[in-house]
């Protein structure tokens, strides 16, 4: 009686962890698929330089370079601000990457790995337009008087 008790009893347990064991995530390839490349698998960067308003090349510790592309202008918003690179995952699981500048996160659309060296001369942002004064309201005309 008591083995059956004890099968009978695997079992159940088995059943009841089945849900939660099929919960456990998979440890994934470093880069399984080329679209999935994000900026934490570059690792550490050791220097940048802005290529455009929405690109900008990052050199890793390996001295290869990678060409990045992000959705806003981010090298026109804060011209000559050090940007920082982050790899965040959302509640699904999914990786995306971002390039903050000035507390400003511009999402990255594409990172390709370089065969070349960047372009030499770098991107330089437009300088900012001074915000122009404000235009006085036209003078009330006074009333005319009454007959």
Known sequence: MAP???RVT???????????LAQVPVIAQK???????QLVDIG????????????LYLKD?????????????CMDLYPGKDPTFVTLTDTAG???????IERHQ???TKITKMTEQPPREG???PPQAAPKPATPAPAAKPAAPAK
């Not at 510790?61 to 202008?73: I, M, R």
């Open 106 to 108: 511009c999402d990255v």
């Open 123 to 125: 991107y330089v942002a």
């Open 44 to 55: 550490k960067v050791k220097s940048w330089k802005p290529g455009g308003p929405r690109m």
């Open 10 to 20: 695997a079992v159940a347990l088995l059943l009841m962890a089945g849900p939660a």
């Open 31 to 37: 880069v399984p698929n080329p679209k999935d490349f």
């Open 94 to 100: 999914l990786r995306y990457s971002g390039v903050i």
């Open 61 to 73: 510790s390996n001295d290869q370079w990678f060409k990045v592309e992000t959705v806003e202008p």
């Open 4 to 6: 059956i008790f004890a």
